[in-house]
């Protein structure tokens, strides 16, 4: 199913967005650990558009909560002229051992090229969900997926909202609300 995000970067520490969100009255729900591990047919990842780098890629994503589940994803991503992501469409199974599969890639010739691990928690209110990501070696980025109350809504529009409810939450933030994690790691 396609689904319209937003993802932008948090300047302020986790214990002050924690306050702020529960001042707005937010209610921590979840957390846990997620590790990604990209792959692609490309040799030369870095040299890739983000469109075209997401595009040849697929991931292997261990999610530890409170079982660690193992799935492999691959991401198609609408993505403007500009450069924003405007919707995408994750394609997912689950797999027994993430590790098998890591090496059944690397035996293939697939080019093993970025792992990211993102510690989120899951704050909710009202139908606003929201999760708080602590990237290693990247920061802190806020995700909001559209809900049930923006069905109907063009694309254009549920950027709109979603980027003004991130923007009511009195954080600071960052001016790209389409942060690509991956490209950000391959290029810091």
Do not use: W
């Not at 595009?55 to 450069?83: C, M, Q, W």
Request: net charge negative.
């Amino acid at each position: 199913m396609k689904e319209t995000e937003v993802t932008v970067q948090v300047f302020d520490t986790f214990e002050k967005t924690d306050e702020v969100l529960r001042t707005k009255g937010f209610e921590l729900t979840d957390s846990y650990v997620i590790y990604d591990r990209y792959f692609s047919k490309h040799a030369n990842v870095t040299a890739l558009s983000y469109a075209d780098l997401i595009g040849g890629s697929f991931l292997v994503r261990t999610i530890d909560f409170p079982v660690p589940s193992h799935r492999l994803i691959y991401k198609k991503k609408e993505i403007a002229n500009d450069g924003t992501v405007i919707s995408e469409e994750k394609v997912k199974t689950d797999i027994g051992d993430a590790e098998e599969a890591v090496r059944i890639f690397a035996l293939s010739g697939l080019t093993p090229y970025c792992e990211i691990k993102n510690r989120s928690f899951i704050y909710e209110h009202a139908n606003v969900c929201l999760a708080l990501q602590v990237v290693d070696g990247l920061g802190i980025f806020i995700e909001y997926e559209e809900d049930d109350t923006m069905k109907g809504l063009g694309d254009d529009e549920k950027i709109s909202r979603l980027t003004a409810v991130l923007k009511g939450l009195g954080l600071r933030l960052g001016n790209d609300f389409s942060c690509k994690k991956l490209y950000m790691m391959l290029h810091r």
